[in-house]
C-alpha cells in the first residue's frame, strides 16, 4: 500500500534551516508530484510548494520565495522540504502529500512538527 | 491569487443531522474544488474531488455540488465518526489555498 513516512520532530532556533524528509513506497515514486503543506498550531493548512520527482521541477508559493527548497533522491523515494532563516511563526506541523490522477492529494504523510524557539 | 471564503467556521450538529458546508472563490475555478477531512493529530482526508465525484473508499452520505464560485459539501446523515475539522481546497490554478476551516462540533 502507498505509503509516506516522514522524519521526526525537530526543534530549531531562530535563524537556523530544517529539513524534512518524506519517504514514499507503494507507487512509483517518478510518477506523482509530491506537495507541501503546513499547519501552525490550532490553524488551517498552508500550500508551500510541489515537486515533481521525475524530472525536479519546483514550484513554490511566493510567500516562501528564497527560503524553503524541495528536492528528492530517486534511490530511496524520498522527497525533503528545507526552510532556512526559521522564525518563530514558522512552527507548525509539516505534511507531505501525493497528488493522485485527479490532482488532489490521496496520500499523506504523518507530519513532523518542527517549533522553533529561542 | 484565488481566496477561497468558507462558513461556517463553527457548526454544531446532532448524529443524524444532515449539515452543509460553503465556499465561495474570488474568481471561477469551474469545477476543480476538492474537500478534505481532518480529525485531531492526523493528517487531512480527501472526500471530493473535482467538486462533486466521491473519492474511493468515503462513505456515500458525503456529497458535494457546485462549480464556478459557489460549492457546498453535505453529509446527508451524520455520524459520530463524522466530527471533525473540513477544508475546501481550490485546484485550478497557483499558489493553491486552502478554505479557513468548518470545525463540526457535537451539539
Not at chain 2, 444532515?18 to 474544488?33: D, G, H, K, P, Y
Request: with cysteine; charged share 15%; proline share 5%.
Amino acid at each position: 500500500q502507498v505509503q509516506l513516512v516522514q522524519s521526526g520532530a525537530e526543534v530549531k532556533k531562530p535563524g537556523a534551516s530544517v529539513k524534512v524528509s518524506c519517504k514514499t513506497s507503494g507507487y512509483t515514486f517518478t510518477g506523482y508530484y509530491i506537495h507541501w503543506v503546513r499547519q501552525a498550531p490550532g490553524q488551517g493548512l498552508e500550500w508551500m510548494g510541489w515537486i515533481n520527482p521525475n524530472n525536479d521541477a519546483t514550484k513554490y508559493v511566493q510567500k516562501f520565495q528564497g527560503r524553503v527548497t524541495i528536492t528528492r533522491d530517486t534511490s530511496v523515494s524520498t522527497a525533503y522540504m528545507e526552510l532556512s532563516s526559521l522564525r518563530p511563526d514558522d512552527t507548525a506541523v509539516y505534511y507531505c502529500a501525493k497528488t493522485g490522477r485527479w490532482a488532489v492529494y490521496d496520500s499523506w504523510g504523518q507530519g513532523t512538527l518542527v517549533t522553533v524557539s529561542s | 491569487d484565488i481566496q477561497m471564503t468558507q462558513s461556517p467556521s463553527t457548526l454544531s450538529a446532532s448524529v443524524g443531522d444532515r449539515v452543509t458546508i460553503t465556499c465561495r472563490a474570488s474568481q471561477s475555478i469551474t469545477n476543480f474544488l476538492a474537500w478534505y477531512q481532518q480529525k485531531p493529530g492526523k493528517a487531512p482526508k480527501v472526500l471530493i474531488y473535482r467538486a462533486s465525484s466521491l473519492e474511493s473508499g468515503v462513505p456515500s452520505r458525503f456529497s458535494g455540488s457546485g462549480s464556478g464560485t459557489e460549492f457546498t459539501l453535505t453529509i446527508s446523515s451524520l455520524q459520530p465518526e463524522d466530527f471533525a475539522t473540513y477544508y475546501c481546497h481550490p485546484y485550478k490554478s497557483y499558489p493553491y489555498s486552502f478554505g479557513q476551516g468548518t470545525k463540526l462540533e457535537i451539539k
